[in-house]
């Protein structure tokens, strides 16, 4: 591993809180900022402040961690508003470090971003993490007008980000081939998003030993996720077959598409059978992995989401649908199992062949937690390191 720990790290991107017990992020992010501090003399972080906290701000971070604040802007309509103290902020953060790098998309004031790089002179490296443009045909979001202006936002922002990358000489990695071929350069690489530390695996030869056979799905509950086609799956299965659904993640954001699945799983007469847990710790959803039989994502667009990964690391098989990253996480087949989007009639012969072969379903285990052994986070952040050492 190179030596790094005598430079600075601007990091941008991710939402913080500073409180009484410090400076805190949602798990995922805060895990990443914390692994590359272990490696900088310092990062300068450089986020959107809230000025208040939920239970998803989950991680303290370490204390060579240095915020350069941006204000709570909540949206990308809400931040244009803020575009000075945005850009002040990149300067900042740019000017005192040695290296930056860039986790998100799309980032507001991205010509200015890519521009100071230029300017100062200093490596970037920019991890895109999902398909904007793929994500906003997933469903009506908001009215007509707006997700036009939001998909000429996103057609501005691609551009400026590939000339910005042009000439800043910057590094791109995207979350799986899908990705990094819409954003190829000479510099972009496919890669598949982590936040597993070495603690964090557990293997089992089988599942579907217990009484009841339990389906686990990890998300965010919003309408890119497709979790109403997990619940016409369920009803579809086999009634002499015990199953249960367990959702957990954060289902407040979007109080309609909460009202249509419960109206759904009334229609279904499965109330007994489904669960909705809401948002967890990372040491619960570690927990939910390890109490479940099936891991099921049917999510409509994705890059490379890390539930699958962690899922994998936890001796469970995996169904997912056939989106965006997620073939560059799983190989059909050997280490998982993929399905068309919006197809429960897919999903349930896929679920049921899972429970019906033991032999498939040890295989898919085995195969899973083999394939993810060196996807950690250290390991990441080790190939970020060497990419922005290497410019």
């Known amino acids: 591993m190179c030596d790094t720990s005598h430079l600075s790290l601007a990091l941008i991107g991710g939402r913080v809180f500073s409180g009484s017990g410090g400076l805190k992020a949602n798990f995922s992010f805060g895990k990443i900022v914390n692994a590359f501090a272990k490696r900088y003399r310092v990062i300068h972080l450089c986020a959107p402040l809230n000025d208040s906290a ?51 998309n799309p980032v507001v004031a991205t010509k200015s971003l890519y521009r100071y790089c230029r300017d100062y002179r ?4 920019h991890w895109i993490v999902g398909n ?37 000489n910057g590094t791109l990695i995207c979350n799986g081939s899908e990705l990094a071929a819409r954003y190829q350069t000479p510099k972009t690489y496919s890669i598949v998003s982590t936040t597993l530390s070495e603690s964090d695996f557990f293997y089992r030869q089988d599942t579907c030993q217990n009484p009841v056979i339990q389906l686990a799905c990890t998300c965010y509950v ?23 659904l367990v959702v957990a993640g954060d289902r407040g954001r979007y109080p309609q598409y909460q009202e ?41 667009s994705e890059g490379t989401p890390r539930v699958l990964v962690e899922a994998r690391a936890n001796g469970v098989p995996c169904v997912s649908t056939n989106v965006g990253g997620i073939p560059s996480s799983i190989t059909d087949g050997h280490d998982g199992l993929l399905v068309p989007a919006k197809d429960p009639e897919s999903l349930a012969a896929t679920i049921t062949r899972v429970t019906s072969y033991q032999e498939l379903r040890m295989q898919l285990i ?14 990441f952040v080790d190939s970020v390191t060497e990419l922005l050492l290497a410019d």
Not at 141 to 155: G, M
Not at 222 to 244: N, Q
């Open 222 to 244: 919003r309408p890119e996720k497709g979790v109403e086609y997990l619940i016409e799956a369920l009803s579809l299965l086999d009634k002499a077959v015990p199953f249960k």
């Open 260 to 300: 249509k699945l419960d109206a759904l799983v009334q229609q279904r007469s499965l109330q007994d059978k489904v669960s909705w847990l809401g948002h967890l710790s990372y040491t619960d959803s570690l927990k939910l992995l390890r109490d479940s039989d099936i891991f099921v994502l049917p999510t409509l």
């Open 122 to 125: 200093k490596p970037v490296c």
């Open 54 to 104: 939920d239970e998803s701000f989950d991680c303290v971070l370490d204390d060579n961690v240095v915020l350069l604040p941006q204000p709570g802007w909540h949206s990308t309509l809400h931040s244009l508003r803020h575009l000075g103290a945005i850009r002040r902020s990149y300067k900042a953060a740019i000017t005192q470090s040695d290296h930056v790098f860039i986790r998100g």
């Open 366 to 379: 085995k195969n899973g937690y083999d394939s993810v052994q060196k996807l950690t986070v250290n390991r």
């Open 132 to 168: 904007p443009s793929a994500l906003l045909q997933t469903h009506k979001r908001h009215s007509h007008l707006y997700d036009k202006l939001s998909r000429a936002y996103i057609q501005m922002w691609e551009k400026s980000l590939l000339q910005g990358r042009k000439a800043a």
